[in-house]
């Protein structure tokens, strides 16, 4: 029914005294009360079974997971976490073992794909000149280790 015959049955019924349609009552509405109870009690169930079985009973388990599964920008939030710790403690050596983990051939390359998709992404101008300086240390040493060898 619109508005507008709501309107005009309500008038009808208040002033003109012609036939009105009977008023429900509050128990006439108990039946509805008790759908909606059950049903929010059986989602809220459903729920909490969902999440206990996936905390409790069967947890997802993660084993060897390496950095080198990570998405790109992952693997570059990572490449600038060893850029940090090379920036605070200067020892390349480590800053290789720790980016030999995205297992690329060349760290210098790891590094320097990081470099190009935080320039494309926008990453903090202090970040890149961590990360740049980390790929300037590791091409450095890249060659002063092919030229002393013979």
């Not at 079985?53 to 997802?60: M, R």
């Not at 720790?98 to 320097?112: G, I």
């Amino acid at each position: 029914m619109s508005v507008l015959g709501f309107m005009r049955q309500g008038f009808h019924c208040a002033f003109l005294y012609t036939s009105c349609p009977p008023v429900r009552s509050v128990a006439q509405y108990g039946g509805m009360f008790w759908r909606w109870l059950f049903f929010l009690l059986f989602i809220a169930l459903g729920v909490a079974a969902g999440l206990i079985y996936g905390w409790v009973i069967n947890p997802a388990q993660y084993t060897d997971a390496s950095p080198a599964l990570l998405k790109e920008d992952y693997r570059t939030d990572y490449v600038l976490m060893v850029a940090e710790t090379f920036s605070s403690g200067q020892d390349l050596s480590v800053a290789s073992d720790r980016l030999e983990y995205l297992e690329s051939p060349d760290p210098a390359q790891a590094v320097l794909e990081a470099v190009d998709f935080a320039e494309r992404v926008g990453y903090h101008p202090d970040d890149l000149l961590q990360m740049r300086s980390l790929l300037s240390a590791l091409q450095a040493g890249s060659q002063g280790g092919a030229g002393a060898s013979p």
